[in-house]
């Protein structure tokens, strides 16, 4: 072989390889991967992480959280797959980004809602079965959804999946997330006021919440308490109410728990007039809004914390400080009001685009339905013409059999008419003959004697 055909066949071998990995690649995506670690100690290391950075460095929360959901989608683990990109639908809300928060609770609730993927776990909680799991994880995205909808003012679709979340831990025993939904439905229900309802959802989320095993997520069920108590003008109830919540989320380190309580615990203590100590909770609010910036599960952020900090110094007569939160707050509330403006008109685009993809998408099932119909129309049009046309040569050749038979029975009858006839006249012979015989026999009697 030339050198020129050596060459030939080394490039054709090469570019033949190089599709190979190329197919290969596609067919595998890439995951994340350290030497010395199993995807499983991978997945738990990244967890460390996701809470060790969330929720003070959001950028590293998405960073950590995206790599688990990578690792669980290359292994296959669905469920885990289902919980980081709820996850990630969480950080994205409490961060304002809505469109990337809506995208990613579709995606988790397709994954969740599926019964068979209930087996595909990595870590599977002790005692819980696998089908409880799965329900528990759906309630929690319900839940958190419901507060994405309350964030984006849908707050009709936000009752509707409190419900959700109640209907779901009701079937599953779930203590606390039925715990979690009165809390949600005592909030909607403030901002309606109608507070009856308050009540009923709220007294019923207290006594509920006594019987819940894990407490991390407690505090701000208290700091919901403590609100609606100080929106009721009781504020020494609200005040205990928020201290429980800040030592409990101490006890627990969940730091954005300890923020919003120690909130809490300004705003009560200045609307007992205690404005020393409505001070001091104030700016250790204000320290842990200055790292998480926002939450928006429960529409606070950075601005409160200096419109709060501005009516206690107004109030104490500093107008220099006051004038300073004041500038402060009305700056950030209207950074804070632009950024949620183009994150809704983000939002609703979004929603319009997934509206005319559900469109299509039902109109793509509807042109489907038809052309189903009408190949079962074809289908038993033919079949039906296949049986006429079956009766039709049935009927035919029965036809035909009977007319042979008919002139078969006619032959046959007219054969026997024949027989008969001819035994007739066989008779009639054999009595003749007869008779003859016997006429002949006197005249022979009569020759003779004569």
Do not use: C
């Not at 429980?244 to 380190?253: K, M, S």
């Amino acid at each position: 072989m030339s050198d020129w055909g050596i060459y030939r066949l080394l490039f054709i071998t090469l570019f033949f390889y190089g599709v190979l990995l190329k197919t290969q690649a596609q067919r595998s995506p890439l995951k994340p991967s350290e030497p010395g670690l199993t995807d499983s100690m991978l997945y738990q290391k990244y967890s460390t992480k996701l809470l060790q950075y969330y929720p003070a460095h959001i950028d590293s929360s998405i960073y950590y959280a995206t790599r688990r959901l990578e690792l669980a989608i290359a292994n296959g683990k669905k469920m885990e797959e289902g919980i980081n990109l709820a996850s990630l639908a969480f950080i994205y809300m409490n961060s304002g980004q809505y469109s990337l928060s809506l995208e990613s609770y579709l995606a988790a609730s397709e994954v969740l809602l599926d019964p068979g993927n209930e087996l595909h776990f990595w870590n599977l909680s002790h005692g819980i079965n696998p089908r409880d799991q799965r329900l528990r994880i759906l309630a929690n995205l319900y839940f958190n959804f419901g507060h994405l909808m309350g964030a984006t003012g849908n707050h009709d679709v936000q009752k509707e999946y409190y419900h959700k979340v109640i209907n779901i831990a009701r079937e599953n025993n779930d203590i606390e997330h039925l715990s979690y939904a009165h809390d949600g439905l005592a909030i909607y229900y403030l901002y309606k006021e109608q507070l009856d309802s308050v009540f009923f959802y709220s007294d019923r989320s207290i006594a509920l919440s006594d019987h819940i095993e894990s407490q991390r997520n407690v505090p701000y069920s208290k700091y919901i308490h403590g609100l609606i108590l100080l929106k009721l003008g009781k504020s020494g109830d609200a005040e205990t109410h928020f201290s429980e919540g800040l030592n409990l989320a101490e006890t627990v380190d969940n730091f954005p728990g300890i923020v919003i309580n120690q909130y809490g615990l300004s705003k009560s203590a200045y609307e007992k007039g205690m404005l020393d100590k409505s001070l001091h909770h104030g700016y250790q609010a204000l320290k842990g809004f200055e790292i998480i910036n926002s939450f928006d599960a429960l529409n606070l952020h950075i601005g409160h914390a200096y419109e709060n900090l501005y009516n206690i110094y107004k109030s104490i007569q500093q107008q220099d400080s006051a004038t300073q939160y004041l500038l402060l707050a009305k700056e950030t509330n209207d950074s804070i009001h632009k950024v949620k403006l183009r994150n809704l008109a983000d939002f609703q685009h979004f929603q319009l685009s997934e509206q005319f993809k559900l469109n299509q998408l039902e109109k793509e099932q509807v042109i489907f339905r038809n052309k189903i119909r009408n190949y079962f129309l074809l289908t038993f049009l033919g079949i039906a013409f296949a049986i006429l046309g079956f009766l039709f040569y049935f009927f035919k050749q029965k036809s035909k059999a009977n007319l042979k038979l008919t002139e078969t029975l006619l032959h046959l009858k007219n054969t026997q008419d024949q027989l008969i006839q001819q035994e007739k006249l066989a008779s009639l012979g054999q009595l003749t003959a007869g008779i003859a015989h016997e006429i002949q026999n006197p005249l022979n009697f009569v020759n003779n004697f004569s």
